[in-house]
């Protein structure tokens, strides 16, 4: 969904079923032959920029992505220095272009199992061919995906009309007439929140009941200028292809141009899982526990971006990759030299 607030791309399923679907353009329909040394999961921002690391620092490499990026209904990203503005697929095209030029093979399609042989040894399976890959490292950037509230027209117009994060789009509807569609009590944050960008804000009460929020709440949201609407929010009112109001259960509209809602993120965590991951339980759904690097319980597994993550923006998941690459690629070094010195002592 982003623009800058998470990344882009997925490369697993989380459920048991295999098959391919669409991809990075021009990306291979299947690895080459033999083994890579590093397997990244999830061709997004912090997919490729972990790539990005390893193709320069002469790794063999493996991007595997079914496509489908999170941030797709988004026209532009925002707040990554130097491509602000610019289209999340131009993004990702730019990115494969940088990564592919360092050798890094890119395939389309998903890691429908991985086996682990231990030493941070994996056999990978990619798609519906079933063709199987080793693999000495792995990282896994498979991002979530967001589910959106049951109102209808919401999900159709998100990322256009219907947003989520004032970082990424405030600045782009500023001034606007805010709707904030709360689904929860903790969306009165969201509608303090987006009272930075426009000083019309209207919080829809929709499925929360007015005595579920706090006197700290309702202080809040007096001292902002927030007003606050009881009632089920039935539909949006569209004219032109472009939102014109709120319509509540009860008939009545409510004139908005923007209306911010809170989606229910779903971490695609699955290969994790079946790898034996620790997760933690968050108020955003489960993710793997890791240390600062990213790597996970599982020896010789990594995880960054919106897979480590629900906050991680399109920047943080680039960084994110970026890191964990990097340790890896010492982790590798240093585990060949002591090999070696092993087998020069034997």
Known sequence: MTEARNETGTGTTDGPSAGTTGGPAGATGSPSAGAYEVVVVGGGAAG??????????????LVVDEGGPRNAPAAHLQGYLTRDGMPPAEFLAAGRREVEGYG?????????????????????????????????????????????????????R??????????????????????????????????????????????FLHTVAEDELSDEDLRRLAAAGVAVV?????????AEDRLTGVRLA?????ERSVLFVAPRPVPRTGLLERLGAELRETPFGSYPVTDPTGLTSVPGVWAAGNAAGFAEQVV??????YRAAATLNGELLFADLDAAIARGQG
């Open 48 to 61: 490729l920029s972990a790539a990005l690391v390893l193709g320069r620092a002469r790794r063999r490499t």
């Open 104 to 156: 890094v093979e890119i395939v389309r399609g998903r890691v429908t199992e991985v086996v682990n042989g231990g030493a941070g040894e994996f056999e990978v399976t990619v798609g519906a061919s079933g063709q199987t890959v080793h693999a000495r490292r792995l990282i896994v950037t498979t991002g979530l995906a967001d589910e959106m509230p049951a109102v209808p027209g919401v999900a159709e």
């Open 158 to 203: 998100f990322g256009r009309d219907v947003l989520h994060c004032p970082y990424c789009h405030g600045w782009e509807v500023r001034d606007l007439a805010f709707g904030v569609l709360a689904t929860t009590p903790m969306s009165v944050h969201q509608a303090l929140m987006v009272g930075q960008w426009s000083k019309d804000v209207t919080l």
């Open 230 to 238: 009881p009632g089920e929010v039935a539909g949006l009112v569209v």
């Open 250 to 254: 009860d008939g009545t509209t409510h």
């Open 316 to 321: 943080n998941a680039a960084s994110g990759g």
